[in-house]
């Protein structure tokens, strides 16, 4: 009988323990950073076990509510505008029971994830062993139209039908051991796509990939884990990140000097285009082709006009910790945008190489932000939302 209690003491304990040890109810300190925040979701890391119901957070002062998305030990949530240098106290709580997730990722058809956002289709995400690589696409801005070309997944455009394998939003490199994981002609290789995961949630949903990099001959070069996590962001401003890994599983591997790549890869649509009325702007204030091409840059915009809805464009930010930071663009006046590394000698006039050896074993990670937004560079605020990426408020958990 005495060992019983005791085995009953002990499980009180522990549950006790376990229920002390959760979210709910915890405060966050947070300070801005040096300047007005435009939009940064804040994150913070936690040792508890992941909740199993939906969390939201609360400003301390004013009660209002803000998207939160709690997953692997790191809870992200996207307060209201933070002044700079602002100080301000939040709290942890249970959601409302039966809300639908802000950010909802919706496996549909076979091998696509549907991304919408506060109740619109934003993207998908295309992942079928029929294409060469997974892509996004379509990509909408606001206003309900596309920011990338439909071709070649969509309809058949006669006056823009080049570069078959510039597939809206992508990640590509055209030289890997020899490998060309950048064209798909005949002697192109394939990015194989094995296990796909997604998650709903209210800051976030994220789709996470696990794919296989191979040769002509189908044969492995190198792994590659990517995550797209898309925010609760308005319409005017569509906020998603892009994580991405390689790891030599195979045998080292040589990234080799070329400029056909990006890590993060997009093709406007012909309205936007730089033959046309659209703008190329880097973070230096270069704008067009001639001004940009090659360039180091922490960003790089694409925007111009849309007849019946105004300015549309997209930006693609590198993250201060990418090797190579800033990296550097090829970015052509037909569309094209993509962020490359790697690259140098032609970007240098050979006066540098960009060869790059991965060895067996390790691995090396890229991160992006890509905004669709409205208005150009200027007036979608780009150079305070790059601030905002890399310098994003503070956050600690109060004691």
């Known amino acids: 009988m005495r060992a019983l209690c005791v085995c009953a003491m002990l499980i009180t304990a522990v549950a006790a323990a376990g229920a002390a040890q959760s979210l709910d109810g915890r405060q966050i300190a947070v300070e801005?950073?040096?300047?007005?925040?435009?939009?940064?979701?804040v994150s913070l890391s936690y040792d508890y076990p992941d909740p199993v119901d939906p969390v939201q957070v609360v400003d301390a002062e004013t009660g209002r509510s803000f998207p939160a998305t709690a997953r692997n030990k790191q809870l992200v949530f996207i307060p209201d505008a933070i002044a700079a240098n602002a100080k301000a106290t939040y709290q942890v709580k249970a959601s409302a029971e039966g809300a639908e997730p802000k950010v909802v990722i919706k496996p549909v058809e076979a091998d696509a994830f549907e991304v919408h956002v506060n109740g619109e289709h934003?993207?998908?995400?295309h992942c079928s062993n029929d294409n060469r690589k997974p892509?996004?696409?379509?990509?909408?801005a606001e206003g309900n139209v596309t920011v990338t070309r439909n071709y070649p997944m969509g309809e058949d455009d006669p006056e823009h039908n080049d570069h078959i394998h510039h597939k809206s939003m992508?990640?590509?490199?055209?030289?890997?051991?020899?490998?060309?994981?950048?064209g798909e002609g005949d002697n192109s290789g394939y990015q194989h796509s094995g296990a796909v995961t997604s998650?709903?949630?209210?800051?976030?949903?994220w789709i996470a990939a696990q794919?296989?990099?191979?040769?002509?001959?189908?044969?492995?070069?190198?792994?590659?884990?990517?995550?797209?996590?898309?925010?609760?962001?308005?319409?005017?401003?569509?906020?998603?990140d892009v994580r991405v890994t390689f790891t030599a599983s195979y045998g080292d591997v040589t990234f080799r000097d070329t400029k056909e790549g990006g890590i993060m890869a997009v093709r406007i649509r012909p309205e936007i285009e730089g033959t046309r009325e659209g703008v190329v702007t880097n973070a230096s204030g270069a704008t067009g082709e001639k001004a940009c091409w090659g360039k180091p840059s922490p960003w790089c915009d694409y925007t111009g006009p849309i007849a019946g809805v105004g300015v549309r464009g997209v930006v693609v930010m590198d993250h201060r910790t990418n090797m190579r930071h800033p990296t550097c663009w090829h970015v052509r006046d037909y569309g094209l945008m993509a962020a490359n590394c790697f690259g140098l000698s032609y970007f240098t006039r050979k006066q540098q190489n960009g060869d790059y050896v991965l060895p067996e074993g390790q691995s090396v990670t890229f991160?992006?932000?890509?905004?669709?937004?409205?208005?150009?560079?200027?007036?979608?605020?780009?150079?305070?939302?790059?601030?905002?990426?890399?310098?994003p408020p503070e956050a600690a958990w109060v004691k």
């Open 122 to 125: 934003f993207t998908t995400y």
């Open 367 to 391: 991160n992006y932000r890509v905004v669709v937004h409205s208005g150009d560079a200027a007036e979608a605020k780009i150079a305070g939302r790059y601030a905002d990426y890399v310098t």
């Open 135 to 140: 892509f996004l696409w379509p990509v909408y």
């Open 211 to 240: 794919n296989v990099w191979q040769g002509k001959d189908h044969k492995a070069v190198i792994d590659e884990a990517r995550e797209y996590r898309f925010y609760a962001s308005p319409a005017s401003a569509r906020t998603f």
């Open 170 to 182: 992508w990640t590509s490199y055209g030289d890997l051991n020899g490998a060309d994981c950048w």
């Open 199 to 205: 998650g709903s949630g209210d800051a976030y949903g």
């Open 32 to 41: 801005g950073s040096a300047q007005d925040v435009v939009f940064a979701p």
